[in-house]
């Protein structure tokens, strides 16, 4: 099928027209372009090579993870990920980071991920630094040996626990020289699988050892102007469906403790929870939070997001509550059934509309019908406001951002694929 494009007339006419429908709720909708502009979302790196990292293109992904399709294309060398990520940053509007996790390393030699130093990234910083890109970090607490029981930080055993304290300390230390030389602080990420699959006798000692082990990672205070400490809770994953060490229970009192980012995962919850309710919650007690934005299907799946009402409403909170310098929001999923380049795409558009249409929403009339006790006016509000022309608001900000408005962009990719990915 041919993608139908738009001429820039019509673009230009559409939003004239959008313009005047929001203005009579008292919305700005060139104000809220500015705004827009100034939103970065950090792109994961391992959608685009099914988290295979280049330590060892062989390596067992494990700590729970499953990655399903074989889409061919994947990028195999750290130069194919850049690049591909380089096209995907070319179709989405405003200037993003990357999320780079410790086995995307990209040294010539074997380094053990507990002697990882700033320098074994240097190729990522200059790339970073050539094309403006932030960079975000993670430890990488699975595919590994010593990962291979999914045991890391609450392991029974006193020297794996500490090599992977060393790694996490190490990993704070790159991330820390990442953000001075970026000017910008670098979100240093924490999760790891540690959990069992069927019923603990002893819930405890993981637990215990576990927070005697981050107590040990960030014992050390780094400069926050470079580094920002996240860490994630999960609730289960594969083989680790009856207990996790590294819960939400744990990670949210520990990271106001110890004034750390708690990062929210979307995968991590029971399904019908809503993670957009946590925000106003979480954000009463510490300074701010990282995101996952991911999509579950059924269990913590990892599919790509997409504008769905749980983006939505997560991008409305952050919006109504005034947070958006508050919230770092990254991407966490992975599909390798489609083209993957498509995948960063198609969720970091996704994403980016979520909150165009949140700014776009005139809560302060809501908030006001609120206030008044009309709660009738207050949820018709809300449905008539779904309706608003806000894809003509989105198509001019592709366009007035010099990418693809609409699907054009999967022209773009499309030849990718023909020219680049089919090649590999
Ligand atoms: C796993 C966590 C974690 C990973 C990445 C690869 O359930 O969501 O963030 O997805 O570290
Ligand atoms: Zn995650």
């Not at 959990?195 to 400069?223: C, F, H, N, T, V």
Request: with cysteine; aromatic share 10%; proline share 5%.
């Amino acid at each position: 099928m041919t993608i139908p494009a738009q001429d820039s007339k019509s673009i230009e006419r559409n939003y004239r027209h959008a313009k005047e429908a929001y203005a009579a709720y008292g919305v700005d909708t060139d104000h809220v372009l500015q705004r827009m502009k100034t939103i970065s979302i950090s792109l994961h790196c391992w959608q685009g090579d099914d988290v295979g990292g280049f330590e060892n293109p062989e390596g067992e992904l494990g700590g729970g993870l499953a990655v399903t399709g074989n889409y061919p294309g994947k990028a195999r060398t750290p130069d194919e990920l850049r690049a591909d990520l380089l096209k995907a940053y070319s179709l989405i509007p405003g200037k993003h980071r990357l999320n780079l996790h410790a086995f995307y390393v990209d040294y010539p030699q074997k380094v053990e991920r507990n002697q990882l130093q700033p320098h074994h990234f240097q190729s990522w910083m200059d790339w970073s630094k050539q094309h403006g890109i932030p960079l975000d970090f993670n430890g990488t607490f699975f595919a590994h040996p010593l990962a291979s029981d999914g045991w890391t930080l609450a392991s029974a055993d006193s020297g794996v626990r500490q090599f992977w304290v060393e790694h996490a300390i190490a990993c704070r230390k790159i991330a820390e020289a990442m953000g001075k030389a970026q000017g910008n602080p670098c979100i240093h990420n924490l999760w790891i699988p540690d959990g069992e699959k069927d019923l603990p006798a002893d819930r405890w000692a993981p637990r215990q050892r576990l927070k005697e082990s981050l107590d040990a990672i960030y014992a050390e205070p780094l400069d926050r102007q470079c580094v920002k400490d996240a860490v994630e809770s999960k609730l289960f994953g594969i083989g680790s469906e009856s207990y996790v060490a590294g819960s939400w229970e744990f990670y949210l009192p520990y990271a106001v403790r110890n004034g750390l980012l708690i990062c929210i995962d979307t995968g991590h919850f029971h399904p019908t929870e809503q993670v957009a309710d946590k925000i106003s919650a979480v954000l009463l007690f510490l300074p701010e939070i990282l995101l996952h934005v991911s999509r579950g299907i059924r269990w913590d799946s990892d599919h790509v997001v997409i504008l769905s009402d749980e983006t939505r409403s997560i991008a409305e909170e952050i919006v109504r509550g005034n947070v958006l310098d508050r919230v770092h929001i990254g991407l966490d999923y992975f599909d390798a059934s489609i083209n993957r380049v498509a995948a960063w795409v198609i969720g970091t558009r996704a994403m980016l509309k979520a909150l165009l249409i949140a700014l776009l929403e005139p809560s302060h009339i809501l908030k006001e019908l609120e206030a008044a006790g009309d709660r009738t006016a207050r949820l018709a509000l809300m449905e008539e406001v779904k309706t608003l022309p806000y894809s003509a608001v989105w198509d001019y900000y592709c366009e007035t951002q010099d990418v693809p408005v609409g699907a054009a962009w999967l022209e773009e990719v499309r030849c990718y694929e023909r020219e680049v990915l089919a090649k590999r």
